[in-house]
């Protein structure tokens, strides 16, 4: 091989290696800031995998009933794409005649954000990397946050605009798309829920060793419990388990955010194995002492 043409094919290497770097970069950000969104969305109304929904192309909505609060909620959506489960192919939600036109309008010029190889109208891919498009396709409309639902052998993935909470037929709520969430420097709060999750792991670990009856294990847990959270409600008592999801070891990050509201959170992400997923505390910063904790997500 000619030594020009392999200083070609070396620039080319390193051309394609800094686009996809540069991507990694921005699904990153993306990520970084859609889990607080999806979070937020999670406080203010419930969003759960678990909750009934409607999507009707036609008004262009997706309606969710959240049967714990009685809320019936509508959001605006955009649809990135579709992914088939059969053989394992995204397509774009602009290339695809089976959206309505209203509902994949912001695709187009976000796909040619993207390398080449990207913005073929379809790629063969996996749902993490789609899942990772969805997040900087959000961060890129600034949306509220995003979802995907199954539909047979599709999965159609879709990021949430204008979001209206309903109650008994009235609107009690419209949340504009944007981030709501400040991400703060203090890490005192956190501090304090590490050292909750390590003495609650101390208690489990103990159970499972066989070292003591689950009388006193649940004994001992509560006594862990009642010392950090300011809200007494049994519903919130803890239940033993192994392995635990809040082991430091299998936890990636950690933040604390308020909201708008002036409402004061710990958040953490933790890795399932098989998936990642993050939990809120709500805490009251006007307490003084470990005994804070009023909720949690």
Known sequence: MQKSTLTII?????????????????FSEANSDLSLRNMYQRIVWNMQPTNEYLFDQTKGEVKYIIEENGYE?????????????????????????????NLNDKVDSFRETLPKKYQKNK?????DFIKDLLSLFSFHIDANGFDNQRQDNTIIYYS??????????????VIKPKNH????????????????HKEKLAVNKLYNDGEIESDEAFKRIKEVHLKYWLNEDTYFFPSLSWPCDFDE??????????????????????????????????????????????NEY
Request: no cysteine; proline share 1%.
């Open 73 to 101: 909620v509508i959001a605006i959506p955009k649809i990135l794409g579709t992914f088939n489960l059969d053989d394992k192919t995204f397509l774009w939600a602009d290339k695809n005649s089976s959206i309505n036109k």
């Open 10 to 26: 070396l620039i080319m290497l390193s051309f394609f290696s800094k686009g996809q770097s540069n991507l990694e970069t921005r």
């Open 249 to 294: 070891k299998s936890i990636l990050k950690w933040l604390e955010f308020k909201t708008n509201d002036n409402r004061y959170f710990v958040m953490y992400t933790t890795d399932l194995g098989w998936t990642t997923e993050s939990y809120a505390y709500e805490i009251d910063v006007n307490e003084k002492g470990d005994k804070t904790i009023i």
């Open 123 to 127: 790629f063969k891919s996996d749902t």
């Open 181 to 196: 969430i400040q991400v703060l420097e203090n890490t005192n709060n956190i501090s304090r829920i590490r050292e909750f």
């Open 160 to 173: 949430l605009l204008e979001i209206s909470i309903f109650k008994n037929g009235k609107e009690i709520k």
